[in-house]
């Protein structure tokens, strides 16, 4: 069973900053694409941004210069840095990865969300 935890979600001021762990987890597992996705409140789901192992990154014009996406593969971990938070940044932020195991060529995982509000 392959499972993502993430972490590091919380209450910032606006201006402020905060970071974003995922671990992704399980047997015999190779991580490729990871990235991190977020709802608000009514909205849907949007994707922030992602990284291939080789360290492509692409992100949504709304974070970018102000989110840094990043991972480390030997630990199967994928960061996001997030700085000059705005009120519109408050969402719940899932972390996301494309993974193959032994008996599954590919598999999506999503963590369960960790929920990041902007507020004075």
């Known amino acids: 069973q392959v499972q993502l935890a993430e972490s590091g979600g919380g209450l910032v001021q606006p201006g402020g900053s905060l970071r974003l762990s995922c671990v992704a987890s399980?047997?015999?597992?190779?991580?490729?694409?990871m990235g991190w996705y977020r709802q608000a409140l009514g909205k849907q789901r949007e994707l922030v941004a992602s990284?291939?192992?080789?360290?492509?990154?692409n992100y949504a014009g709304s974070v970018s210069g102000r989110f840094t996406i990043s991972r480390d593969n030997a630990k199967n971990t994928v960061y996001l840095q997030m700085s000059d938070l705005k009120p519109e940044d408050t969402a719940v932020y899932y972390c996301?990865?494309?993974?193959?195991?032994?008996?599954?060529?590919?598999?999506?995982?999503w963590g369960q969300g960790t929920l990041v509000t902007v507020s004075s």
């Open positions: 996301n990865a494309d993974v193959a195991t032994m008996t599954i060529a590919y598999l999506e995982v």
């Open positions: 399980g047997s015999s597992i190779m991580v490729n694409v």
């Open positions: 990284i291939t192992v080789g360290g492509h990154t």
